[in-house]
């Protein structure tokens, strides 16, 4: 008897960025670009606007896609910012990168709907949301109302409590079901382009981090494209008794398991070591 052929499931390959298309058959780079004082590795790299322009450049040139600009640090255990302070650090550096750089898609990294749609206005045609909509009841409508691609990012509680305990009957159906649940809920509502992040250390512990992992091909089967952020996290230097400035060899490696398990973007502090990564994935993808 023919063995049955393993099902495939076809995941929406094309992001409409507010009218430019970012094309994922290949995966692509996002950038991080922290305007923060307290960021786990960056924080305090970037404080003045020349700073960050010379940071958004040099990404750039390394052959990033796509600059991720964040103004709120979201480790565990930080200070929630006030709205009007995230907003003062956030729109001025979006309009500047988008002065300085035109052509570049920035992603807006923020909770809050208030601040999606200000970062909108400013130039931003991505809204990267670490709490996939549970810290602000209005960001779906918000996105819905730009109509801009969507990072929908699983976390267990908020920055500040994610990391006491975090505990699941099996993290990997549960993040499943988080996101069968809030991506319905968004296509329903009238969603276009959502992206879907497993948020590594996001109410997550060591082993659970690595299961999620090891668990990413489950994902395929909500055809939505993956976003990876592993870049130095704490995943990595547990394991390898490193600090998060010595942590690149690791994100490299995990960045790679990540790229043959599914993933489509990476959102990484290191973007020439991703990019090389990804065309490495691709000639063993091509050779297979």
């Keep these: 008897m023919r063995e049955p052929q393993n099902k495939t499931f076809p995941i929406k390959l094309t992001l409409n960025c507010g009218g430019k298309l970012l094309d994922l058959s290949t995966p692509k780079v996002m950038a991080i670009l922290n305007v923060t004082p307290d960021s786990f590795y960056d924080g305090g790299k970037t404080s003045d606007i020349g700073q960050v322009i010379s940071q958004a450049e040099k990404h750039i040139n390394d052959g990033a896609d796509i600059i991720d600009i964040g103004a ?64 602000d009841s ?100 547990k394991v390898l008794g490193t600090k998060a400035s010595e942590a690149l060899n690791g994100t490299t490696a995990l960045n790679m398991i990540a790229l043959q398990n599914g993933a489509r973007l990476l959102r990484v502090h290191d973007v020439k070591h991703a990019v090389e990564c990804i065309k490495l994935a691709g000639q063993i993808h091509l050779t297979s």
Excluded: C, W
């Design 138 to 237: 209005k960001m779906f409508q918000a996105v819905i109302d730009l109509q801009l691609p969507y990072v929908l990012m699983h976390i267990k509680g908020t920055p500040q409590t994610m990391q006491d305990n975090p505990a699941y009957d099996s993290v990997v159906d549960e993040v499943f079901k988080f996101f069968l649940d809030k991506s319905s809920q968004l296509k329903t509502m009238g969603a276009k382009d959502i992206m879907l992040d497993l948020g590594f250390g996001f109410g997550k512990t060591l082993e659970h981090n690595y299961e999620l992992l090891n668990g990413m091909q489950k994902y395929k089967n909500l055809e939505l494209p993956i976003l990876a952020g592993l870049s130095r996290k704490s995943m990595i230097n």
């Design 72 to 135: 709120v640090s979201t480790r565990p255990k930080s200070d929630m910012v006030p709205v009007s302070e995230e907003l003062n650090r956030l729109i001025p550096t979006i309009k500047q990168i988008k002065d300085h750089f035109p052509d570049v898609i920035i992603s807006a990294d923020t909770f809050r709907a208030s601040v999606a749609i200000e970062a909108a206005k400013a130039g931003a045609t991505i809204i990267n949301d670490i709490s996939g909509g549970t810290m």
